[in-house]
């Protein structure tokens, strides 16, 4: 990024204004902006990018400074307008000297024990059949795996891609859950 | 743009197959692919839930050790690179600890584990299985042993130094009337000298001190090698004084001449005459050598040596 695009700080009034863009409702405005970001960075992510949050939220920075000039003639679907910004702030990213890669790091021994600690926790707020199901779909080791999932789709009546699509949906719910006790117990 | 749970049983129909999602989150989609999945991810609502689930699973399959090799690699190099997939990852390893201890372990150190619980000695069938094996290990031994005197004879001969008692020969006494069984001084025959290799002739050697006439069922024996190549060597005793050249004639029980030796001579103790006779020649029966030397132009007999082919 060029420093004096770095310097260059996101002032409320843009942020707004993108959120505006976005969605007139303000709650609908910022699921939309959570997802868009989402996406930026699972494809940043995808290309290899080592810093896809930074890039993510410079692309949505740059957005944000272009919403007064481009929203009352822009046409098309809003999210592709990103992706148009995002190829660009990436490629000037690339053009950047490559930063070594941290190692990687062991798992935090706290962070370990907060997660097992909000697991707990968040397991009793599902409902018992959630929690049932969960606990079978993620007993089983590799070899086991199969034969239980088609023994817990048979429990459940369902097949075994509507299992796969539930208990990935209790998980989706667990991992918000725990990421929100996590927080908490941090702060 | 919010994540549609409700449209998400009909995304399977948006032509993004789950393994091309998955191709996606490792980062494995080529240059054709990768711009349609893209852009197609950002307007999509339904393709961008089946991409956060497949998320979580690509999650649980590294923390429950469900990867390949390759996926692996592809999977630390290309997925691990947000704060949010590492926290999804310790919520994998977190529900893994909990759910599956078992597994906790690793998929190659469970597959060891599983190997030795199969193949361990401690199993009882293993046990038996190697009894088994080590009784018929023996059997076989003895049989081919039984069954091959001549492998028997090598294996001897390369582990204790191959001697075969003199024949007894009756003393002054064998010379009498007397038919009572003679006495027997036993000498050991001094050791064959012959190449080991495998490919020399086999040589099995008995040592025959003259006698009058045959011994009877004192007569000494020899126990024919096989081999075309292999050979009998008859260690004629003699007196000192009885020098050589000799000559050797090998006859049968009924006076058959077999072979005959032309300027044999003795080796340098002078103690004895080698008389190689090729294995093959011989049959079972019993035989008779004749030694004769020249001396001053007249053949001297100097004793006849008889033995008995089993």
């Known amino acids: 990024m060029p420093p004096a695009t770095k310097l260059h700080t996101l002032q409320q009034e843009e942020f707004d204004r993108l959120l505006t863009w976005l969605d007139p409702d303000a709650a609908r405005a910022g699921l939309d902006y959570e997802e868009i970001r989402w996406r930026l960075i699972a494809i940043l992510t995808s290309r290899g990018c080592r810093s896809p949050e930074e890039v993510a939220d410079e692309t949505i920075d740059r957005v944000a400074r272009r919403v007064a000039d481009i929203k009352d003639n822009y046409v098309g679907d809003k999210s592709l307008y990103f992706l148009g910004v995002m190829n660009n702030v990436h490629h000037e990213y690339l053009k950047r000297p490559s930063m070594p890669r941290l190692p990687d790091r062991d798992d935090d021994g706290d962070a370990k024990e907060q997660t097992h600690a909000c697991l707990e926790k968040c397991l009793d707020h599902l409902a018992p059949n959630s929690r049932k199901l969960i606990e079978r779909y993620y007993a089983a080791d590799k070899r086991a795996k199969i034969d239980l999932r088609k023994r817990i789709a048979a429990e459940f009546g369902v097949g075994i891609n509507t299992l796969r699509l539930r208990a990935l949906r209790i998980r989706e719910k667990l991992q918000t859950c725990i990421e929100q006790c996590v927080e908490l117990e941090t702060f | ?310």
């Open chain 2, 1 to 310: 743009m919010a994540s549609n749970n409700g449209q998400f049983e009909q995304a399977n129909s948006s032509g993004f197959p789950d393994e091309m999602i998955r191709r996606f989150l490792l980062g494995d989609l080529n240059a054709t692919e990768r711009p349609v999945f893209e852009q197609r991810l950002l307007v999509d609502d339904a393709l961008a839930a089946r991409v956060r689930l497949a998320e979580l699973e690509l999650a649980d399959d590294y923390a429950y050790r469900q990867l390949s090799n390759a996926e692996r690699e592809l999977f630390t190099e290309k997925f691990l690179l947000s704060a949010d997939r590492e926290r999804k990852v310790r919520v994998s390893r977190s529900l893994r600890d909990h759910f599956a201890p078992a597994a906790v372990a690793g998929g190659s150190a469970a597959y060891i584990n599983r190997l030795r619980a199969v193949f361990g000695v401690s199993q009882l069938a293993w046990r038996f299985a190697f009894a088994v094996v080590v009784l018929l290990l023996l059997f076989g031994a003895a049989l081919l042993v039984i069954k091959e005197p001549r492998l028997a004879r090598q294996i001897t001969n390369s582990i204790v130094p191959r001697r075969r008692l003199a024949p007894s020969v009756p003393h002054e006494a064998s010379h009498s009337n007397n038919t009572s069984a003679p006495e027997h001084q036993t000498t050991p025959s001094p050791m064959p000298v012959h190449d080991q290799t495998a490919a020399s002739p086999l040589i099995v050697s008995v040592a025959l001190l003259p006698m009058a006439s045959s011994p009877g069922d004192a007569t000494p024996w020899i126990s024919l090698p096989k081999g075309v190549e292999d050979i009998a060597r008859l260690q004629l005793a003699v007196k000192p004084d009885q020098l050589g050249p000799y000559r050797a004639e090998l006859l049968t029980s009924e006076r058959q001449p077999v072979l005959s030796g032309e300027l044999i001579k003795a080796p340098d103790n002078g103690a004895q005459v080698n008389f190689d006779v090729p294995a093959r020649l011989l049959k079972s029966g019993d035989y008779q050598i004749r030694l004769s030397r020249d001396n001053a132009g007249a053949n001297e007999n100097l004793g006849s040596y008889y033995f008995r082919v089993q």
